[in-house]
Each structure stands twice: as C-alpha cells, then as structure tokens.
C-alpha cells in the first residue's frame, strides 16, 4: 500500500528536476553575462567594425559572423556540455577574431585618431578572458562540499587599511594609462613594441600597487641603506643603459 497523496507529492518533487534539465537559453546568456557582455563589446569594436569598412573583404565578414556565433554558443553550451562550450567561447571565438583581422590587414587600425575606442576593446577582452575563469554554481558555497573540514572560521592575520581599496583602485586607472597612450603611436613599425612595453608597463604598475595596497598600517622594520641600495643596483644599472641608449638613438637620429 502506498501513503495517500504519495503519488501526487511525488508527481510534484518530480517536475521541477524535469524543468530543470532543460535551462532555457536566457537563463544560460544571464548566467554567463560576465563573458558575454565583454565579448560582444569587443567583437563589436574591434572586429565587426573594422570588417564592415569600405574595401574590407567578403571573407573578413564571414569569419566576424562565425566569431560571434561561437560567442552567442559558448554559453548555451557550457553547462551541458563544458568542453564543447569551453572550445567555442576560447578557441574558436579568439581564432576566428585573429582570422578577421589576419584578412584584414591594415584596415583593422580602425581610426587612429581615436584611440579610446581600440583601447576599451583591448580591456574588453581582457574583462572577456577572466570571465572565463572557474565559477562555483549558483547557489552552492564551499560549506557544502562534501570534503569541506568543519571548525571555526579562519581569521585574518591582520586587517586591511581603510584606503587600502582607493589606493588600490587609483592603481588600476594609472596602468591604464601606458595602454591608452601606446594607441598614439602611429607608426606601424613601432606601434607593436609600444603596445608591448603598455601591457609590461601595466602589469608592473598592478604588481607594485598591489603590494603597496596591502602593506598599507603595517610596521616592517626597514633594511640598512646599503642593504637598500645593493638590491636596487640591478634596476638603476639597466635604467641608466637605457636612458643613454634613449639618448644616443635621439642624437644619432
């Protein structure tokens, strides 16, 4: 014999897990907007842009439409079937976007007076390429792991300062701003070691500030001066050699 309303309550528990074998495109866009948002930014600026000017190849534009086609797949397809997401929204957006501006050629400098633009499409895909890091589910916290070691939680050693985030934040704007002017640079032959010498230049500024965000309240006995001045003696070398070398490329010029 079974419990009276057994059939009906079980009918009931039973159909939302069938509802929610299915999720629904939209649901899947909303829950990837952190990758989707920057990709189709970035798509836009730098690749559909560039591939719908005057004289731009019929070719160019069949590979910008098959890049946002993998863009609006990845997230249908990353909760079914990740590797298969994961191939279209890395692999195949990122080579069918380099294949368009490879057809291209010098028609993907879009408008070198404005170089906002390009520089914004250049955070975009950076913003694109950290959105696909690994993601907990919604709704689940590492409490509920199965392996997870119960006990109390875990306190800081120390505090962080009040203007720890401000200084921290005003370190972000300041590596933007090698990007943004490396985009100034107008000849092609040197505007590839300017965008390269903008991203070490902002990779450096985000490591240096990130230190000086944290360490901000903290006591730290400092070392003797020559000490100091020992381990600076590399970085002040290799920037005199390169200040002279500066210096004799402008004379010689």
């Known amino acids: 014999m079974t419990e009276p ?20 495109a939209l649901g899947s866009l909303r829950d990837r907007a952190n990758t989707l948002l920057p990709g189709l930014y970035a798509w836009v600026t730098t690749v559909l842009l560039p591939s719908l000017s005057h004289g731009a190849p019929g070719s160019a534009r069949v590979t910008a439409a098959l890049a946002l086609f993998a863009l609006l797949s990845a997230p249908l397809l990353v909760s079914t ?17 380099l294949l368009t501006w490879l057809l291209l050629g ?49 306190q800081p050693r120390t505090r962080s300062h009040p203007i720890a985030p401000f200084v921290f934040g005003l370190v972000i704007v300041s590596s933007l701003v090698p990007i943004f002017l490396a985009f100034r640079v107008a000849e092609a032959e040197r505007s590839l070691f300017a965008h390269a010498v903008a991203v070490l230049a902002a990779i450096l500024t985000i490591t240096v500030g990130a230190r000086v965000a944290t360490s901000l309240g903290q006591r730290r006995a400092l070392p003797a001066s020559a000490e100091r001045l020992n381990a600076a003696a590399v970085p002040l070398a290799l920037s005199a050699l390169l200040f002279g070398l500066g210096f004799l490329w402008l004379v010689v010029r």
């Open 5 to 24: 309303g057994a059939a009906q309550r079980s009918l009931r528990s039973a159909t939302p897990a069938f509802v929610s074998n299915g999720p629904s």
């Open 106 to 154: 010098a028609k993907v400098v879009q408008s070198p007076g404005d170089p906002l633009v390009s520089a914004l499409g250049a955070v975009a895909f950076t913003l694109y390429a950290l959105g696909w890091g690994s993601q907990r589910r919604r709704g689940v916290v590492p409490e509920d792991a199965p392996n997870v070691i119960a006990g109390p939680p875990l």
């Open 81 to 97: 079937r990740p590797s298969l997401g994961r191939m279209l929204g890395i692999f195949a957006f990122i080579g069918c976007s």
